[in-house]
């Protein structure tokens, strides 16, 4: 098992190499397009996991166990086994420790996350019958959060030209709990991009945005950022964001830091 962590820890830290990378070329670009393709080159970069049918997925964040959070794990390959049989998706809750334990799960490839679609940043599974593979995996979830007095912040979109953004409107904002994925408030963006949720309860929260609708046909993709409310926090308020759209990575968001600069 430590061999398994070791190596999902190194490429995790090749991962993060190839994303500042990519995005630090994104940052010198003011062409929206050549923005989405870069984005494209580092998107679904994740970590994998090579477990046994019977494992547990422990969720931590800050080294805190997190009890209560349902993880799903959806099939990522054929929806059909060998025989035929349609392979769906498995869950189980986390305990007080925060592992959520899994039991006789059939052989293949997975996607872990919560309930709801909340990614977690190391999320590829792959469940192997036989051999010496993993019994338990630990994520830190979320990687990072925010942490803010007030839920308040401002959205926008890369445009060419001049102006290097152009504030998103007519987005919607929904702010999730993390811990339940239930959404409390749900919000729009007026003409300044900006927005703003009443909830004033200290905790770990989702803020989900999802851009205006180009095609009504399609369901509408989405962007998470999760976030700390906490009343002592540095920041008054969520950065500005800006929100990136292409066909092969969905919806990304990138926050603007202290130096007026993009980052993932």
Known sequence: MTAVRSCAVRLTVTIA?????????IQDTKDGNKEFSRLCMV???FTPYEVRSNFSVSLLFRQAPL????VVLSPSEELADERGRRRVSVTAVTDSS????????PIGKYTAGAKNGLFFPSNEVTVHSEGEFAAEISIEWPL????????????LSPS????????????????????????IETQHTVA???????TVDPGLYVVRVIPPAVDKKKVPASGDLAIELDRSAEQ?????????????AGVQLSQRDATAKWER
Do not use: M, N
């Open 98 to 105: 925060g592992a959520a334990h899994f039991l006789a799960v």
């Open 192 to 198: 300044d991009g900006s927005y703003g949720f009443s």
């Open 43 to 45: 998107s679904w970069l």
């Open 160 to 183: 060419q030209g001049a102006d290097a953004e152009r504030p998103l409107r007519f987005a919607t904002v929904e702010l999730v709990d993390l811990r339940s994925s239930r959404v």
């Open 17 to 25: 190499i190839l994303a500042s990378v990519s995005l630090a070329q």
């Open 67 to 70: 009890p209560g959070i349902r």
């Open 144 to 155: 990072e959060a925010l942490a803010v007095q007030t839920l308040r912040g401002r959205l």
């Open 236 to 248: 008054s308020s969520i950065p500005e964001v800006k929100v990136l759209q292409s066909d092969c």
